[in-house]
């Protein structure tokens, strides 16, 4: 029990650290929770709730193994630029790059999630 308890611990230090110097998840959280204030208004369905629960958690999460990623290759590419590291540099820039890239693909999906709940309750077409 002792070393659930301390887990939780270590994945909440990870939290803390994340919307403390992660900018984008700073934002990305303002934001849902503005989303979510608002979606209050709209008397929306469980599917449509558990739609925007979901894409947002499953952002969060992604933009957390971003965040672990790029402190750990900022570690690893903290190494002197021999010619032998060159090629070690270049797939730290990638990795990168690619988790950057899946961070904004679950925006994306966020974005639209958002966008295919909202919409129809802001301007209903043909609905009562």
């Given at each position: 029990?002792?070393?659930?308890?301390?887990?939780?611990?270590?994945?909440?230090?990870?939290?803390?650290?994340?919307?403390?110097?992660?900018?984008?998840?700073?934002?990305?959280?303002?934001?849902?929770?503005?989303?979510?204030?608002?979606?209050?208004?709209?008397?929306?369905?469980?599917?449509?709730?558990?739609?925007?629960?979901?894409?947002?958690?499953?952002?969060?999460?992604?933009?957390?193994?971003?965040?672990?990623?790029?402190?750990?290759?900022?570690?690893?590419?903290?190494?002197?630029?021999?010619?032998?590291?060159?090629?070690?540099?270049?797939?730290?820039?990638?990795?990168k790059?690619?988790?950057?890239?899946a961070?904004?693909?679950?925006?994306?999906?966020?974005a639209?999630?958002?966008?295919?709940?909202?919409?129809?309750?802001?301007?209903?077409?043909?609905?009562?």
């Open positions: 029990m002792f070393r659930i308890v301390r887990s939780l611990g270590y994945a909440l230090e990870g939290l803390k650290h994340a919307l403390i110097h992660e900018r984008n998840l700073q934002l990305f959280v303002l934001g849902y929770a503005a989303v979510l204030v608002c979606a209050t208004t709209l008397s929306l369905e469980r599917w449509e709730w558990t739609a925007l629960m979901v894409s947002g958690g499953a952002f969060i999460a992604v933009e957390l193994f971003n965040t672990a990623l790029e402190r750990l290759t900022d570690a690893v590419d903290s190494l002197p630029r021999e010619s032998a590291n060159v090629l070690l540099h270049h797939s730290m820039k990638a990795a790059d690619v988790a950057a890239a961070a904004l693909a679950g925006l994306a999906v966020v639209m999630t958002v966008l295919l709940v909202a919409l129809p309750h802001l301007f209903p077409l043909g609905r009562p």
